[in-house]
Each structure stands twice: as structure tokens, then as C-alpha cells.
């Protein structure tokens, strides 16, 4: 089976088994890393949001605490807040 006899089987139009089985492997590699990739990026995604919201946790608590502070120590005038 030569290059003549497969130009001649590709100018009628059937498919030739040798140039299909070549590119199914690089296809599935491809997907691979696709999903690969997006499996990262979830994981990136989830880790920030993870990070965010436990930081903003501690700035609440912060928050918390000096609110409390401010309401335990008030001035002699009852009012701890001025706005």
C-alpha cells in the first residue's frame, strides 16, 4: 500500500483508517487538559472566595468587638454615637 494508493482512496471520498486513528489521540489530550485547566480555575476561584470571606469574618468580628466596646464605654452623656 503505497502514497499513490492512498491519494487515490482520499480523491473518492473514503475515509482512510491511518490519517483518522492519528488525530483521535491529540483530541483527547486536548480534552484532558481542557478539563484540567477548568478543574484549576474552579479550584483557584473557590480558594479566593474561601480566603475573602474569612477575612471579611475577622473584620466583622473586629467590628463587633469595638461596637461592643464603644456601647459598654459611654460617655456620661448616654449617647456612645455621634452622627
Given at each position: 500500500m503505497?502514497?499513490?494508493y492512498v491519494l487515490a482512496k482520499a480523491r473518492r471520498g473514503e475515509l482512510v483508517s491511518d490519517t483518522?486513528?492519528?488525530t483521535t489521540g491529540s483530541g483527547e489530550r486536548r480534552e484532558t487538559a481542557m478539563a484540567a485547566l477548568l478543574i484549576l480555575l474552579l479550584v483557584a476561584i473557590l480558594f479566593g472566595l474561601g480566603f475573602a470571606v474569612k477575612a471579611l469574618l475577622w473584620v466583622a468580628l473586629v467590628l463587633f468587638v469595638l461596637w461592643i466596646i464603644g456601647?459598654?464605654?459611654?460617655?456620661?452623656g448616654g449617647r456612645w454615637y455621634y452622627w
Open positions: 503505497g502514497p499513490g483518522t486513528d492519528r456601647f459598654l464605654v459611654r460617655p456620661a
